[in-house]
T-cell receptor, first 114, second 117 residues
Framework: AQSVTQLDSHVSVSEGTPVLLRCNYSSSYSPSLFWYVQHPNKGLQLLLKYTSAATLVKGINGFEAEFKKSETSFHLTKPSAHMSDAAEYFCVVSHLSGNTPLVFGKGTRLSVIA | GAVVSQHPSRVICKSGTSVKIECRSLDFQATTMFWYRQFPKQSLMLMATSNEGSKATYEQGVEKDKFLINHASLTLSTLTVTSAHPEDSSFYIC?????????????FGPGTRLTVL
């Protein structure tokens, strides 16, 4: 069975400061891990994904995440927050083979203060 | 990246009517599409997995006779909410699965806001 835990339901940062959104996963197999962003009343946009290649994954809009197997973590970071980064972020786990659906975390709402 | 569209983006209907939502993969073929439901300020809840040319697989607790899914082609899946009631009001999101080698990614549509009066 697979599961995802997003450790913070809400994170608030000042514009220009670093962003850290935490995610821990549980998987019986080598997982695929994703971060999606959702702006209000919009669908989900893929930020980045890890699929057993490089452990440090770079995504769009300056975001990156590091897969740490020993810590079962896949935290999302950005060096400097922008106002447009304010949104809901979902950490997601899946398994490559078969028809396993995605398993979503509960989401972390990121607020950016001017 | 791959683009998934949904139509309509927003629909308001009377209680008892049926509503059809379309999900299209615009620049790729998708043998598998997924339908999700999202309540306000909550995460996505998987409703069903739609496979081209075969019956959809519904998650536990999702009524297949109420939420009819048809995946008629490799680029189109439809979700029909039959005899809609106010409790069916929600944000419905589809996704299309792309598998290429060791890469397996889902791309999401922009969502459809359903309001049942």
């Amino acid at each position: 069975a697979q599961s995802v835990t997003q450790l913070d339901s809400h994170v608030s940062v000042s514009e220009g400061t670093p962003v850290l959104l935490r995610c821990n996963y549980s998987s019986s197999y080598s997982p695929s891990l994703f971060w999606y962003v959702q702006h209000p009343n919009k669908g989900l946009q893929l930020l980045l994904k890890y699929t057993s290649a490089a452990t440090l994954v770079k995504g769009i809009n300056g975001f990156e995440a590091e897969f740490k197997k020993s810590e079962t973590s896949f935290h999302l970071t950005k060096p400097s927050a922008h106002m447009s980064d304010a949104a809901e972020y979902f950490c997601v786990v899946s398994h490559l083979s078969g028809n396993t659906p995605l398993v979503f975390g509960k989401g972390t709402r990121l607020s950016v203060i001017a | 990246g791959a683009v998934v569209s949904q139509h309509p983006s927003r629909v308001i209907c009377k209680s008892g009517t049926s509503v059809k939502i379309e999900c299209r993969s615009l620049d790729f073929q998708a043998t598998t599409m997924f339908w999700y439901r999202q309540f306000p300020k909550q995460s996505l809840m998987l409703m069903a997995t739609s496979n081209e040319g075969s019956k959809a697989t519904y998650e536990q607790g999702v009524e297949k006779d109420k939420f009819l899914i048809n995946h008629a082609s490799l680029t189109l899946s439809t979700l029909t909410v039959t005899s809609a009631h106010p409790e069916d009001s929600s944000f419905y999101i589809c996704s299309a699965r792309v598998r290429a080698g060791t890469t397996d990614t889902q791309y999401f549509g922009p969502g459809t806001r359903l309001t049942v009066l």
